[in-house]
């Protein structure tokens, strides 16, 4: 069983003050982030690299995000503890751990089957109750729709039309969309039935979104 010592609380502490100077500003993001063991995420030999500010390889070709990407895409969605939230891409399950300290009600859906089998398991094993889904997130999870909030955690060419059509009136999906090499930060809000609002954020550099609507039918 990992550990969470005085020293990784001290490097959490770190990591969260540097997330401070970069912007993040909402508190209940920034708290989850100083709760979450980051580095119960990493192999042991690994370990020194679970609180720098930098994705990281997790295996399967795919990466565990950098804390910033996963504080800036929490602070977009605004959750609130009451919101259904879809999360497609569960990788190492590191954001879905943030998010449970946002909401209790938290979907995720991962296309890749042994990261899916290892996030479950780290799940089980760590008393956390996510609903986890293995398949194409490219086409949300529309048996469990709609969703206050989306968030997509690969990079896709387009915004899946799927996607917006999950979304409860008022809900936010945030995706990066854009080429390979880098991806805008979109907010998408459903104003009513058929209205979306479009917000554009920093460029980001993303694994590809797989899938239907991702990159298996584009790239
Ligand atoms: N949220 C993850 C974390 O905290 O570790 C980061 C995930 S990584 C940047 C992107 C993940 O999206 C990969 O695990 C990849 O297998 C997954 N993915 C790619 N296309 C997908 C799809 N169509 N549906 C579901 N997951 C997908």
Not at 147 to 176: C, F, H, M, N, W
Not at 189 to 215: H, I, M, Q, Y
Request: aromatic share 10%; glycine share 8%; net charge positive.
């Amino acid at each position: 069983m990992q550990t969470d010592s005085y020293r990784h609380k001290g490097m959490r502490r770190a990591l969260v003050k540097l997330l401070r100077d970069k912007g993040i500003r909402d508190e209940r993001v920034l708290a989850a982030m100083e709760t979450v063991p980051r580095h119960y995420f990493f192999d042991k030999a690994f370990l020194e690299q679970a609180y720098q500010d930098k994705a990281f390889p997790i295996g399967e070709g795919q990466t565990i995000s950098q804390p910033y990407t996963v504080a800036f895409q929490s602070e977009l969605l605004q959750l609130r503890a009451t919101d259904k939230v879809l999360e497609i891409g569960t990788g190492s399950g590191y954001q879905c751990t943030v998010l449970l300290h946002l909401t209790p009600h938290v979907y995720t859906i991962e296309y890749n089957r042994p990261l899916f089998e290892k996030a479950r398991l780290f799940f089980r094993k760590h008393g956390l109750s996510p609903h986890t889904f293995h398949g194409d997130g490219s086409q949300g999870l529309p048996a469990h729709a709609p969703y206050d909030k989306i968030i997509v955690t690969a990079g896709a060419p387009v915004v899946p039309k799927e996607l917006l059509r999950q979304l409860s009136i008022g809900g936010i999906l945030v995706i990066p969309v854009g080429d390979e090499q880098t991806q805008k930060m979109l907010r998408i809000t459903r104003v009513a039935e058929s209205e979306f609002t479009k917000e554009e954020f920093n460029d980001f550099k993303f694994v590809p979104l797989l899938g239907r609507s991702g990159w298996d039918n584009l790239g």
